[in-house]
């Protein structure tokens, strides 16, 4: 069972208490964007065995929305961080390159 | 004028291996801005009584009382009939300060389950750790509770008061009473 930390709140929980969000770190493309930007944008998303990044909310909990850094086959949690940022922190990082060496993730690796 | 009354009319049960009652009318105010502001704790203390819990805590004497709900939401409990002026006299507080004051007593519902088996009968139905060590009297938790949302404290070692939606009151109280029907002990916290 995937067990998730709640950055906002601090509560730990199983994943039941949480809702998914899909694919973390998303650039948006909007007006003005190419199609082909705006196809990707819209429908391509990364599903890899391993090392994932995505949003998650605390729904029956504080409602916050938050990230969370796992891998897809053991459900081993690296970390969760704040929603409000562009790219995982850097201990974050650092604890998946301790883990799964030689990791990569869309641009971060 | 029509007579509030709660969602279940004071409903009860002890046949089971714990009891459950229906809270009667309480007053809940719901207080959202930025809790570090001094004006915003001040408009919760003052109508409360008590201190300002810490996250994830809960302050509550008797039917007064403040619940963390979120980084920035506070549950202010205080008598039903107050709720107005209390209202009243939190916005005064909080004077220009950005914040959202409402009464919500009316759209929840709230029990107590009691008893030495009350956190097993409690542990069955959400995924928290309920264990004594765990999960202590101050300590404020919302969760899940089978299907719907849900939140509890602890009153007293082994009093567990619960808020749900008023419209979730009878699944809430149906689940409870399921969860404490009689010969349903699992031993989990005690021998």
């Known amino acids: 069972m995937l067990t998730l930390t709640c950055p906002v709140c601090g509560v730990t929980a199983e994943e039941t208490e949480f809702h998914g969000g899909g694919e973390a770190h998303l650039k948006r493309f909007g007006p003005g964007a190419s199609d082909d930007d705006f196809e990707d944008y819209l429908f391509m998303r990364e599903n890899p065995r391993g090392v994932h990044f995505e949003r998650w909310r605390h729904a ?3 409602g916050k929305w938050f990230h969370a850094a796992r891998c897809t086959t053991t459900l081993q949690v690296f970390g969760t961080y704040a929603a409000q940022t ?4 850097k201990e974050i990082c650092d604890k998946i390159t301790g883990e799964r060496p030689g990791w990569s ?3 971060f690796k | 004028m029509s007579d509030p009354v709660t969602a279940l009319n004071g409903v009860s049960s002890d046949s089971g291996i714990a009891t459950i009652t229906g809270v009667p009318l309480q007053g809940m105010i719901t207080l959202r801005g930025d809790l570090s502001a001094a004006a915003v704790k001040n408009a919760a203390t003052g109508v409360a009584a008590v201190d300002m819990p810490g996250q994830g805590e ?3 004497v008797e039917n007064r009382g ?3 709900m979120s980084p920035d939401e506070l549950l202010v409990l205080c008598p039903y009939e107050t709720v107005a002026a209390n209202i009243e006299k939190m916005q005064q507080t909080l004077g220009i300060q950005h ?6 007593s009316d759209a929840r519902a709230s029990f107590r389950l009691g008893g030495p ?4 009968v409690l542990a069955k139905l959400c995924p928290v750790d309920l264990s004594p060590g765990a999960f202590t009297p101050g300590m404020f938790r919302r969760t899940r509770m089978a299907q719907v949302p849900a939140a509890f404290w602890m009153r ?5 008061q619960i808020i749900c939606f008023r419209s979730q009151a009878r699944y809430v109280f149906d689940l409870l009473k399921i969860s404490a029907q009689p010969g349903s002990e699992v031993h989990l916290y005690h021998a």
């Open chain 2, 156 to 160: 007293n070692a082994d009093t567990f």
């Open chain 2, 117 to 120: 088996r009350a956190r097993e």
């Open chain 2, 99 to 104: 914040a959202l004051v409402a009464n919500v």
């Open chain 1, 86 to 89: 562009y790219e995982p922190p």
């Open chain 1, 60 to 62: 029956y909990g504080c």
């Open chain 2, 66 to 68: 403040i619940c963390w």
């Open chain 2, 58 to 60: 809960a302050n509550c």
């Open chain 1, 105 to 107: 993730w869309r641009l």
